[in-house]
């Protein structure tokens, strides 16, 4: 069975300082897909990334970076120089598509508080 | 482009009593799901449908809840009778199909309180 830890919990810091939020997954699977999703206090998911396990290349987008390991089968987000605006629960999520469906099974969730 | 519409975007209920949900996925997307998030956690998924037809509904609790899509567009969700652990957010979100795991577009949830 699939399976997303994220075993931070809530994690503050002040406006600029660097925050990295880590996941770790588990699957049977060779052929999956990770992604992370932001949901700021308005309740809507917002979809930030997607990757498939066939691409181990660090993203950087802008500010974001995410490192992707499957040798330690983490997943981890980094923010750099971090907003007060970017304050919300970041979560984790996997898909196995070989099943024949593409359902997310996401972790609990970290909830990031930026002061400033 | 329109996002996926949901409403209401609260309700209240007594225990026992029916709820429905609604939910229209962005034009063009040929899968809808529906999520329940119990306060504090992830989502977990109820059902999904691919076009009018179910892909996966595993984890619905067939007892009370139901669910459809008329057309392969609008869906509902349905419970009945409601009991107090269901009470959390129920989150609307379709992809363009469900082969190569496309990213999902959530909806902005219907609240559910039940009393």
């Known amino acids: 069975a699939q399976k997303v830890t994220q075993a931070q919990t809530e994690i503050s810091v002040v406006e600029k300082e660097d925050v990295t939020l880590d996941c770790v997954y588990e699957t049977r699977d060779t052929t999956y897909y990770l992604f992370w999703y932001k949901q700021p206090p308005s309740g809507e998911l917002v979809f930030l990334i997607r990757r498939n396990s066939f691409d181990e290349q660090n993203e950087i987008s802008g500010r974001y970076s995410w490192n992707f390991q499957k040798s330690t089968s983490s997943f981890n987000f980094t923010i750099t120089a971090s907003q007060v605006v970017e304050s919300a629960v970041y979560f984790c999520?996997?898909?196995?598509?070989?099943?024949?469906?593409?359902?997310?099974?996401f972790g609990k969730g970290i909830t990031l508080s930026v002061r400033p | 482009e329109a996002g996926v519409a949901q409403s209401p975007r609260y309700k209240i209920i007594e225990k026992r009593q029916s709820v429905a949900f609604w939910c229209n996925p962005i034009?063009?997307?040929?899968?809808l799901y529906w999520y329940q998030q119990i306060l504090g956690q992830g989502p977990k998924l109820l059902i999904q449908?691919?076009?009018?037809?179910?892909?996966?509904d595993s984890q619905l609790p067939k007892d009370r809840f139901s669910a459809e899509r008329l057309k392969g567009v609008d869906s509902t969700l349905k419970i009945q009778p409601a009991k107090l652990e269901d009470s959390a957010v129920y989150l609307c979100?379709?992809?363009?199909?469900?082969?190569?795991?496309?990213?999902?577009?959530f909806g902005p949830g219907t609240r559910l309180t039940v009393t």
């Open positions: 034009s063009g997307h040929a899968t």
């Open positions: 979100a379709s992809s363009l199909s469900v082969q190569g795991a496309y990213e999902q577009y």
């Open positions: 999520a996997l898909s196995e598509v070989p099943h024949g469906n593409s359902k997310l099974t």
């Open positions: 449908f691919q076009n009018n037809g179910v892909v996966d």
